[in-house]
């Protein structure tokens, strides 16, 4: 590790499902970024859960939400490019600079993977779920 580095709490999922259309703005407007329904759903999923959520924003590899508490979260969504019904979700902590992950941004990231875990279990159009975390393949917690 270089003099300098944050250490990050990243997971991340893939799945399959037709329930996230991409919207035409995504194209016309947002130059391709896509992941709009998604993002808005994860959202939907935290917020009910009880967690604060930001309002979901694009950026350059999908659209993004933060999630605060103690620690912040960022939840990336996105629709993996020329696929119809492939989907990706990464959820990191975002530690405060040149710091370690803190253990209320590690609570907060297990608690937001735990959520959206659920919920994508939980929805009748999502399949083939896979969690990656640390680089090596395993479940949601």
């Not at 035409?24 to 947002?30: K, Q």
């Not at 604060?52 to 490019?81: K, N, Y």
Request: aromatic letters at 6%; charged letters at 20%.
């Amino acid at each position: 590790m270089h003099h300098g580095a944050v250490e990050r709490n990243v997971h991340q999922v893939g799945f399959r499902s037709s329930a996230f259309p991409r919207d035409p703005l995504e194209d016309d407007e947002l130059g391709g970024v896509h992941g709009m329904a998604l993002a808005f759903w994860a959202a939907e999923a935290l917020v009910a859960a009880g967690l604060e959520v930001g309002e979901p924003f694009p950026e350059d590899h999908g659209w993004m939400l933060d999630v605060r508490g103690p620690g912040r979260v960022v939840v990336t969504c996105s629709a993996i490019p020329l696929t119809v019904d492939e989907h990706g979700i990464v959820v990191e902590d975002v530690p405060r600079r040149f710091r370690k992950a803190d253990p209320a941004g590690a609570e907060l990231v297990a608690r937001t993977v735990a959520v959206l875990a659920a919920a994508l279990d939980a929805h009748p159009d999502i399949t083939e779920v896979a969690w990656v975390q640390g680089g090596l393949a395993g479940g949601a917690g």
